[in-house]
């Protein structure tokens, strides 16, 4: 199966009504919705792409002076969101917010080709759990037991082709295993269902993971990327655990339709620049134990196309399967 890789993306379509200057900035005025813009989440809520989200949306209404709203459209692993937003006009004022990188078995609206690179908003690890009160001591337990009883282990995650799919699956491979996939709309309900022993294992984002790590529902098998987690001092990398270079983290970006004036899109990058740097944003990434992007329109670019080359070897060997559904 070909197999399109997709960028997370944060998507905007900027109206070209009315002159609404971004307050801080010397830039002249530029077109800007004239009553709100419309941010679309493709997962529902309580999942990072949502917490970060809304912070984000908050932080730039209050910079821009528009009425920003976040929706909430859940399905087919962002697909649908993506889609929503890709048909719509410039003028109509859509945002929307996607985990990345993400892939899909047909293609989709793509960050350099439907929709226009805006900036990296944040990035950051994934999180290895299972239920508290059926869990073994360390992650080469859990996965010498995958080995042993294969029909008996499973991961959820918030999607088919997510980024924490693309990390479940990356795992499977450097630990000789084939834990099966569970696809959810998001990350909130797999939070639930693991916690609560309906799955035994999910890869998700730390934001809505963390919580109940310390309420002590959840025990932290490890974190995906190379360096441990300041919020999880003591949960060991995939890598310490004994899978020497395993190393996958998630992203989350903005991009906007095709057709926006350059010139608006430079101006809304320069709004996204305050954004990551205030403190509301801060402090939320820190709690979702990410860090905060930022950059060009350009180095977004850039980043999205090495981050594809990074996930096409997995990709190309066949080990990352698409089932119907979420």
Not at 179 to 197: C, E, L, R, T, W
Not at 255 to 273: E, W
């Amino acid at each position: 199966m070909k197999f399109a890789i997709r960028s997370g993306v944060a998507w905007l379509a900027l109206g070209c009504v009315g002159m609404m200057p971004l307050s801080g900035y010397a830039q002249p005025s530029l077109p800007w919705p004239a009553k709100q813009i419309t941010w679309v989440v493709g997962f529902v809520p309580g999942g990072t792409a949502d917490v970060l989200t809304r912070v984000a949306a908050q932080d730039l209404a209050s910079r821009t002076g528009l009425n920003v709203v976040v929706e909430n459209k859940p399905g087919a692993s962002g697909a649908i969101a993506l889609q929503q937003v890709a048909r719509s006009k410039a003028g109509d004022g859509y945002l929307i917010t996607v985990p990345g990188p993400l892939i899909y078995p047909t293609p989709q609206p793509a960050i350099g080709k439907e929709l226009a690179p805006v900036m990296l908003m944040a990035q950051g690890p994934m999180v290895i759990v299972g239920p508290s009160q059926r869990a073994l001591p360390a992650l080469r337990d859990v996965l010498a037991d995958a080995r042993q009883r294969p029909e008996s282990w499973s991961y959820g995650s918030s999607g088919n082709g997510t980024s924490q799919h693309l990390a479940g699956e990356l795992l499977n491979q450097y630990a000789g295993t084939h834990i099966m996939h569970i696809p959810y709309k998001g990350g909130g309900q797999a939070v639930s269902d693991v916690a609560g022993g309906q799955i035994p294992l999910a890869i998700l984002g730390s934001a809505p993971v963390l919580p109940q790590i310390k309420a002590g529902k959840l025990k932290a098998y490890a974190v995906t990327t190379s360096v441990r987690l300041d919020a999880l001092p003591d949960v060991p990398t995939v890598a310490e655990a004994g899978f020497a270079g395993y190393d996958a983290s998630q992203w989350f970006s903005v991009a906007a339709s095709p057709g926006i004036d350059a010139a608006v899109l430079d101006q809304l990058n320069a709004a996204l620049q305050q954004t990551v740097r205030s403190q509301a944003f801060q402090a939320a990434v820190n709690n979702a134990g990410m860090v905060a992007g930022g950059g060009s329109r350009d180095d977004l670019q850039k980043f999205i196309a090495e981050d594809t080359a990074k996930w096409q070897k997995l990709l190309d060997s066949g080990a990352v399967k698409l089932t119907d559904g979420q």
